[in-house]
Protein backbone atom coordinates (compact mmCIF):
# COMPACT_ATOMS: atom_id res chain seq x y z
CA UNK A 1 0.00 0.00 0.00
CA UNK A 2 0.99 3.37 -0.84
CA UNK A 3 1.19 6.83 1.06
CA UNK A 4 -2.24 7.49 0.34
CA UNK A 5 -4.12 4.44 1.10
CA UNK A 6 -4.41 4.57 4.66
CA UNK A 7 -6.13 6.65 6.97
CA UNK A 8 -6.81 10.02 5.56
CA UNK A 9 -5.63 12.07 8.52
CA UNK A 10 -2.18 10.05 8.67
CA UNK A 11 -1.58 11.08 4.65
CA UNK A 12 0.29 14.28 3.71
CA UNK A 13 -1.50 17.01 2.16
CA UNK A 14 -0.62 18.39 -0.75
CA UNK A 15 0.50 22.09 -1.44
CA UNK A 16 -3.16 23.09 -2.92
CA UNK A 17 -4.57 21.62 0.15
CA UNK A 18 -2.58 23.37 2.64
CA UNK A 19 -2.51 26.76 0.90
CA UNK A 20 -6.65 25.94 0.42
CA UNK A 21 -6.56 25.31 4.05
CA UNK A 22 -4.76 28.98 5.21
CA UNK A 23 -6.41 30.85 3.19
CA UNK A 24 -10.04 29.51 4.19
CA UNK A 25 -8.58 31.12 7.16
CA UNK A 26 -7.57 33.87 6.03
CA UNK A 27 -11.04 35.05 3.99
CA UNK A 28 -12.87 33.64 7.52
CA UNK A 29 -11.09 35.94 9.45
CA UNK A 30 -11.81 39.56 6.85
CA UNK A 31 -15.36 38.06 6.69
CA UNK A 32 -16.43 37.76 10.30
CA UNK A 33 -14.71 41.42 11.10
CA UNK A 34 -16.84 42.52 8.06
CA UNK A 35 -19.90 40.95 8.84
CA UNK A 36 -19.43 43.06 12.59
CA UNK A 37 -18.94 46.13 10.84
CA UNK A 38 -22.08 45.46 8.63
CA UNK A 39 -24.22 44.57 11.66
CA UNK A 40 -23.22 48.10 13.14
CA UNK A 41 -24.61 49.70 9.51
CA UNK A 42 -27.52 47.34 9.30
CA UNK A 43 -30.64 48.81 10.60
CA UNK A 44 -32.90 45.59 9.32
CA UNK A 45 -33.30 42.76 12.37
CA UNK A 46 -33.76 40.32 9.88
CA UNK A 47 -30.94 41.24 7.88
CA UNK A 48 -28.57 41.92 11.52
CA UNK A 49 -29.87 38.39 12.73
CA UNK A 50 -28.54 36.55 9.17
CA UNK A 51 -25.01 38.60 9.24
CA UNK A 52 -24.91 36.70 13.26
CA UNK A 53 -25.73 33.54 11.27
CA UNK A 54 -22.93 34.26 8.90
CA UNK A 55 -20.37 35.07 11.43
CA UNK A 56 -21.40 31.81 13.67
CA UNK A 57 -20.79 30.17 10.76
CA UNK A 58 -17.55 31.85 9.73
CA UNK A 59 -16.47 30.98 13.44
CA UNK A 60 -17.32 27.18 12.90
CA UNK A 61 -15.75 26.77 9.89
CA UNK A 62 -12.66 28.49 10.98
CA UNK A 63 -12.58 26.04 13.77
CA UNK A 64 -12.38 23.56 12.51
CA UNK A 65 -9.93 24.70 9.28
CA UNK A 66 -7.32 25.95 12.14
CA UNK A 67 -7.25 22.84 14.07
CA UNK A 68 -6.85 20.63 10.73
CA UNK A 69 -3.74 23.45 9.74
CA UNK A 70 -2.20 22.80 13.29
CA UNK A 71 -2.23 19.11 14.01
CA UNK A 72 -0.22 19.17 10.26
CA UNK A 73 1.98 22.16 11.40
CA UNK A 74 1.08 24.77 8.99
CA UNK A 75 1.07 28.23 10.72
CA UNK A 76 -2.15 30.13 10.68
CA UNK A 77 -2.58 33.29 8.84
CA UNK A 78 -3.05 36.99 11.18
CA UNK A 79 -6.60 37.44 12.61
CA UNK A 80 -8.39 40.85 12.40
CA UNK A 81 -9.48 42.28 14.78
CA UNK A 82 -12.82 42.82 16.45
CA UNK A 83 -14.31 46.06 15.14
CA UNK A 84 -16.23 48.05 18.31
CA UNK A 85 -19.92 48.00 18.25
CA UNK A 86 -21.40 51.13 16.91
CA UNK A 87 -25.04 52.48 17.30
CA UNK A 88 -26.86 53.03 13.77
CA UNK A 89 -27.55 56.75 14.77
CA UNK A 90 -24.04 57.54 15.49
CA UNK A 91 -23.00 56.61 11.85
CA UNK A 92 -23.32 59.69 10.24
CA UNK A 93 -26.07 59.18 6.85
CA UNK A 94 -23.37 59.77 4.34
CA UNK A 95 -21.54 57.10 5.79
CA UNK A 96 -23.65 54.62 6.29
CA UNK A 97 -23.68 50.94 4.21
CA UNK A 98 -27.47 50.80 3.40
CA UNK A 99 -28.97 47.16 4.15
CA UNK A 100 -29.75 46.57 0.50
CA UNK A 101 -25.59 46.99 0.04
CA UNK A 102 -25.34 44.75 3.01
CA UNK A 103 -27.29 42.09 1.56
CA UNK A 104 -26.02 41.90 -1.78
CA UNK A 105 -22.29 41.85 0.19
CA UNK A 106 -23.86 38.74 1.87
CA UNK A 107 -25.04 37.34 -1.31
CA UNK A 108 -22.40 37.77 -2.90
CA UNK A 109 -19.73 36.37 -0.69
CA UNK A 110 -22.11 33.34 0.11
CA UNK A 111 -21.92 32.85 -3.97
CA UNK A 112 -18.00 33.16 -4.23
CA UNK A 113 -17.60 30.57 -0.84
CA UNK A 114 -19.87 27.69 -2.60
CA UNK A 115 -17.18 28.23 -5.27
CA UNK A 116 -14.22 28.27 -3.67
CA UNK A 117 -15.59 25.08 -1.47
CA UNK A 118 -16.27 23.17 -4.77
CA UNK A 119 -12.87 23.99 -6.02
CA UNK A 120 -11.26 22.71 -2.78
CA UNK A 121 -13.34 19.05 -3.00
CA UNK A 122 -12.44 18.82 -6.55
CA UNK A 123 -8.96 19.17 -6.04
CA UNK A 124 -8.64 17.66 -2.40
CA UNK A 125 -7.22 14.09 -2.53
CA UNK A 126 -7.29 13.66 1.38
CA UNK A 127 -11.32 12.62 1.82
CA UNK A 128 -11.44 14.04 5.15
CA UNK A 129 -10.82 17.66 3.73
CA UNK A 130 -13.24 16.72 0.86
CA UNK A 131 -15.77 15.86 3.31
CA UNK A 132 -14.71 18.92 5.40
CA UNK A 133 -16.06 20.91 2.55
CA UNK A 134 -18.61 18.83 1.43
CA UNK A 135 -20.02 19.92 4.64
CA UNK A 136 -19.34 23.39 4.41
CA UNK A 137 -20.38 23.84 1.24
CA UNK A 138 -23.78 22.71 2.51
CA UNK A 139 -24.02 25.31 5.10
CA UNK A 140 -23.55 27.90 2.66
CA UNK A 141 -25.84 26.80 0.72
CA UNK A 142 -28.59 26.77 3.74
CA UNK A 143 -27.29 30.11 4.24
CA UNK A 144 -27.63 31.56 0.69
CA UNK A 145 -30.98 29.96 0.39
CA UNK A 146 -32.26 32.37 3.69
CA UNK A 147 -30.36 35.10 2.31
CA UNK A 148 -32.10 35.14 -0.99
CA UNK A 149 -35.27 34.71 0.68
CA UNK A 150 -34.65 37.88 2.53
CA UNK A 151 -33.57 39.81 -0.38
CA UNK A 152 -37.19 38.80 -2.23
CA UNK A 153 -39.26 39.66 1.01
CA UNK A 154 -37.48 43.20 1.37
CA UNK A 155 -37.57 44.03 -2.30
CA UNK A 156 -33.82 44.53 -2.12
CA UNK A 157 -33.17 41.89 -5.51
CA UNK A 158 -32.25 43.46 -8.60
CA UNK A 159 -32.77 40.72 -11.61
CA UNK A 160 -30.87 40.33 -14.34
CA UNK A 161 -33.22 40.77 -17.58
CA UNK A 162 -35.52 38.23 -16.99
CA UNK A 163 -36.04 36.00 -20.38
CA UNK A 164 -40.46 35.63 -21.01
CA UNK A 165 -41.82 32.31 -21.69
CA UNK A 166 -41.96 31.07 -24.78
CA UNK A 167 -44.41 28.20 -24.42
CA UNK A 168 -47.31 30.20 -24.61
CA UNK A 169 -49.90 30.46 -27.39
CA UNK A 170 -48.13 30.76 -31.04
Not at 3 to 32: C, Q, R, T
Not at 65 to 73: D, H, P, Q, S
Amino acid sequence: MGILSGNPKEEPMHYGEAFDLWASVLAGNGMIAGYQTMINHAGDDDLKKLLKEAIELCQQEKKQVEELLKENGIGLPPASPEPPEACLEDIPVGARVPDPAIAAVLSADIAAGLVTCSQIIGKSIREDIAMMYVQIHNQKAALGGKVLRLNKEKGWLIPPPLHPNKHGDC
